[in-house]
């Protein structure tokens, strides 16, 4: 075997396409090599169609939570589970307000984007700047509360 091109340091097996040869040869051929003869219309559509079954996933995981007994579904698609059984305070913190709250990311396979927590470091954070679902999720919260968004793509950065 042999590589024709360069591979730009990424791992062969994801970014090359296999060529099987007369007499059992394998040989490889990098995008970058054969990037210009295939129509960039191609990339594009397998992009457009790994989104719309990613948002399929999402639904259907969210039509699964939404049948939980302690998950909420506001109107807007946001749902939300309450996890500590009493507040602190009965303080509600309105659009213009500015929030110091600790928060952990996950996306819909459990994989951690961002923590506070871990960092030890609380955000403060001016409602109106905060992503749809969050912001109307929060205006549930009293202080002291916590609770479990699950934002729709729509209700986030889409």
């Not at 970058?32 to 594009?44: A, M, T």
């Not at 939404?66 to 500590?84: F, I, P, T, Y």
Request: charge should be negative; proline fraction near 5%.
């Amino acid at each position: 075997a042999r590589w024709i091109g360069t591979n730009k340091g990424l791992p062969p097996i994801v970014y090359q396409i296999p060529f099987i040869i007369a007499f059992g040869f394998i040989f490889y051929v990098s995008f970058d090599w054969i990037g210009p003869y295939i129509k960039p219309e191609v990339f594009d559509m397998e992009k457009k169609r790994a989104a719309e079954k990613l948002l399929l996933r999402i639904d259907q995981y969210l039509d699964w939570n939404a049948q939980r007994e302690d998950v909420v579904e506001l109107a807007s698609g946001l749902q939300m589970r309450k996890v500590n059984r009493k507040s602190s305070s009965d303080r509600k913190p309105a659009e213009h307000d500015t929030v110091l709250l600790h928060y952990q990311g996950q996306y819909m396979d459990g994989v951690e984007f961002d923590n506070s927590i871990e960092k030890n470091r609380p955000v403060s954070v001016k409602m109106s700047t905060l992503i749809e679902g969050l912001r109307e999720g929060l205006c549930y919260m009293n202080e002291g509360d916590v609770y479990e968004f699950y934002v729709h793509p729509a209700l986030g950065y889409g």
